[in-house]
């Protein structure tokens, strides 16, 4: 099995040195390219899709119309499983690729399964994360068109953000009868791309016929209060009376200012009408997948749309779905916050560990990751007892996936295995990277039986009438393994408003690096005794929750040292190389 690192690499077969002998790796680039599509009707046809319910984008991709989703579907729904993963490190985890596995396993052993995934970024595919279409061949296809525009969702989210904010612009321009007060403004605008010096600009600028002069900013458009709105709406009415909700600044009075006072709230129905329909597309094994929103979990709630997994459980007897970064950001959020709101009950979690991530975790530097080390591995399941602990808590049963890679010995899967069955959770050896669905048919028989044994008893981790401040508190405690939450008395105070104005039962969302249980992207392992620093919060009125910042986290990342978009480009022949 050759399996490559899961980041972005030039597109062109490349040599990992693994156990003292040279490999050829072929790309996940070079391996989506070489698939064999069917046409999209045919996957549409295994979920009983009929071709006239469906808007095509080409012969590979469609949205499902909204029509067909409303009139249709299975009377019961289908099993709900969460994909999730330990804390990431640069040594990769693998959510999608075991996502797509997992669902190409299930269909590969006669059940009637789909996946439900997020749509990719632009930001980390030109940065240095990659693309969201899984690896290896476990990937969904046609993987370019997916990471690059795919069928303009996310265009259509920066254009309603960005309308907003000239609407907003526009009428303080004029009469302003509104009173919005140019200091308190907090609508940012969007790019779907990282761009760090866009953080903080100063708008209206060149004379009185630009507008009103002030300090603003941009946040990537996965970030934006809209996407998460996106994806939590049910339908087009839900989501035009949350954007309505959202409060886009305050009077001169302090009062808060809502869209629909401005009446910006239809126009950006509008434009995010055609992009509600959630999106058809397949595996490399021509298995159905849904994909559809794209929030990031270290900074937003990291689920794709509810819109997609409800069309899944009524359309498939098994919906896979996956929650982004570790257990801590992703699947809380996805828990508390998801299916809080949409009344989903998941029926069980698998949580995805790598053996040279976990030694990462255990101290054991990226260059040094293809020797065995046992010790440092028992010291890096640290991370992964933490996680499959908070996960307990959910009420949810749990499974670790290790997503295996050449180098990794017996000894150091066995000393996974044990450590799991520990703590009376199965470890399964899988190998969907190298080897498709094949790779992953134990893990689907044992999740299949989690399922279908009746035991979750879901529950979320606090219940809404705990104060906002108890329930930030909360998670930084049970899930960050922290002594307190701090910040300074603006903060507090904030926190206070939102319960004055009507906001205290809402969620909390937080905004934290993925890299570390604490604030520190360098804190490795399973850290306790720690402080979780809070920065800011933000209301989300329109998504119904509380953005909580903390630490140093950027709503609008940076580009890296070498950004992966140096190394992407079209060849002689119209393809895309170095995405991958």
Not at 193 to 219: K, Q, W, Y
Not at 276 to 282: A, F, I, W, Y
Not at 381 to 386: D, Q
Not at 409 to 426: H, I, P, Q, S, Y
Request: with cysteine; net charge negative; glycine share 10%.
């Amino acid at each position: 099995m050759h399996q490559a690192w899961p980041i972005a690499l030039p597109s062109c077969a490349g040599e990992e040195r693994i156990r003292g002998r040279k490999v050829a790796v072929k790309s996940d680039i070079e391996i989506a390219q070489a698939a064999t599509l069917k046409p999209i009707h045919e996957i549409a046809g295994k979920l009983g899709i009929p071709s006239d319910a469906l808007i095509p984008y080409g012969h590979d991709k469609a949205k499902i119309s909204a029509e067909f989703l409303k009139q249709n579907g299975k009377q019961d729904d289908g099993k709900l499983i969460l994909v999730t993963a330990v804390s990431p490190t640069p040594a990769g985890e693998g959510k999608t690729t075991t996502t797509v596995g997992l669902g190409d396993a299930m269909n590969l052993i006669g059940k009637n399964a789909v996946m439900c995934l997020r749509e990719p970024s632009l930001g980390p595919c030109f940065g240095m994360k990659g693309g969201a279409a899984g690896g290896g061949y476990a990937q969904v296809v046609p993987m370019t068109d997916i990471n690059l525009h795919f069928t303009g969702d996310f265009h259509a989210i920066g254009a309603a953000n960005n309308l907003l904010a000239a609407l907003i612009d526009n009428h303080m321009h004029w009469e302003n009868q509104l009173d919005i007060d140019p200091r308190r403004v907090t609508w940012r605008r969007v790019v779907d791309m990282n761009d760090r010096a866009l953080r903080t600009v100063t708008s209206g600028l060149g004379g009185f016929h630009n507008g009103v002069v002030r300090e603003a900013g941009f946040d990537i458009t996965v970030a934006s209060e809209i996407m998460a709105i996106f994806c939590l709406a049910t339908d087009l009415k839900d989501l035009e009376k949350r954007l309505g909700d959202i409060v886009l600044g305050y009077t001169r009075e302090n009062e808060p200012v809502t869209v629909r006072e401005l009446g910006a709230h239809g126009a950006m129905t509008a434009l995010l009408r055609d992009a509600m329909q959630p999106n058809l597309v397949q595996t490399m094994e021509n298995n159905p997948a849904l994909m559809h929103g794209g929030p990031f979990a270290n900074i937003a709630h990291g689920c794709n749309s509810v819109m997609a997994t409800k069309a899944g459980l009524k359309l498939a007897d098994y919906v896979i779905t996956e929650a982004g970064f570790g257990a801590d950001l992703g699947a809380e959020k996805f828990l508390k916050i998801k299916c809080r709101k949409a009344g989903l009950s998941p029926d069980a979690v698998v949580l995805v560990a790598t053996i040279k991530g976990l030694k990462m975790q255990g101290g054991v530097a990226k260059e040094d990751l293809g020797n065995e080390d046992v010790p440092a591995l028992k010291d890096g399941c640290k991370n992964l007892e933490r996680h499959m602990r908070n996960l307990a808590k959910f009420g949810v049963p749990v499974t670790v996936a290790i997503n295996r890679y050449t180098a990794d010995t017996d000894a150091e899967v066995e000393t996974v295995r044990a450590f799991c069955e520990g703590f009376g959770v199965r470890a399964i050896n899988c190998t969907h990277w190298a080897d498709g669905g094949k790779g992953t048919t134990e893990l689907a028989e044992h999740v299949i039986e989690l399922c279908d044994s009746g035991i979750a008893q879901f529950r979320t981790l606090y219940g809404d009438d705990l104060s906002l401040w108890e329930k930030t508190a909360t998670i930084a405690k049970e899930i960050y393994g922290a002594d307190d939450i701090i910040a300074d008395k603006k903060v507090r105070e904030q926190f206070a408003r939102f319960e004055r104005e009507g906001y205290g039962k809402y969620p909390i969302c937080m905004a934290k690096t993925q890299y570390s249980f604490s604030t520190d992207p360098n804190l490795l392992g399973a850290p306790s005794g720690h402080h979780v620093p809070i920065r800011e919060i933000r209301l989300a009125a329109g998504a119904q929750f509380i953005v909580v910042v903390c630490g140093a986290i950027m709503t609008m990342p940076g580009l890296p040292r070498v950004p992966a978009a140096n190394a992407i480009c079209v060849n002689d022949e119209g393809q895309i190389e170095g995405l991958f």
